[in-house]
């Protein structure tokens, strides 16, 4: 979902909304995986009555996205980015020293081609 769609939502309940939708659970799973009471989570998506904040990041990982997180980010001028784990960290790193030598390699092999040495 691009930022461009999310900046249109006009409140954060649209985004909860919204969330659920991109995530295709219905209202029961929803509610049973949060512990919250149908009748609650009807109140929520109606307005009638706020969203338990302690249970944000469980709802997105329930959905499987931050949309709302998202949506309160881009209101307040920032932009998010997740940050890495160590081992993506350590795979970034990885990654990157291997095209180093990919490419120092590849100045040898055109090295030895160009001066017409023959490896044994």
């Known amino acids: ?3 461009e769609v999310i900046a249109r939502l006009p409140s954060k309940l649209e985004a909860i909304k919204l969330a ?13 995986g949060l512990g919250i009471d149908p009748g609650q ?15 944000e990041t469980d709802y997105y990982d ?14 307040r001028g920032y932009e998010l980015k997740r940050r890495l784990s160590e081992v993506e960290m350590e795979n970034e790193i990885l990654h990157a020293r291997v095209a ?12 030895v081609k160009a001066t017409g040495v023959t490896p044994r």
């Open 100 to 111: 180093e030598l990919e490419a120092r390699y590849q100045t040898i092999v055109e090295f």
């Open 1 to 3: 979902m691009s930022d």
């Open 20 to 32: 659920q939708t991109v995530s295709g659970l219905e209202d029961k799973e929803i509610c049973a």
């Open 62 to 75: 329930l959905v499987g996205n931050e949309i709302p997180l998202r949506w309160l980010a881009i209101q």
């Open 41 to 55: 989570w009807s109140r929520i998506k109606h307005g009638a009555a706020h969203f338990p904040t302690n249970r």
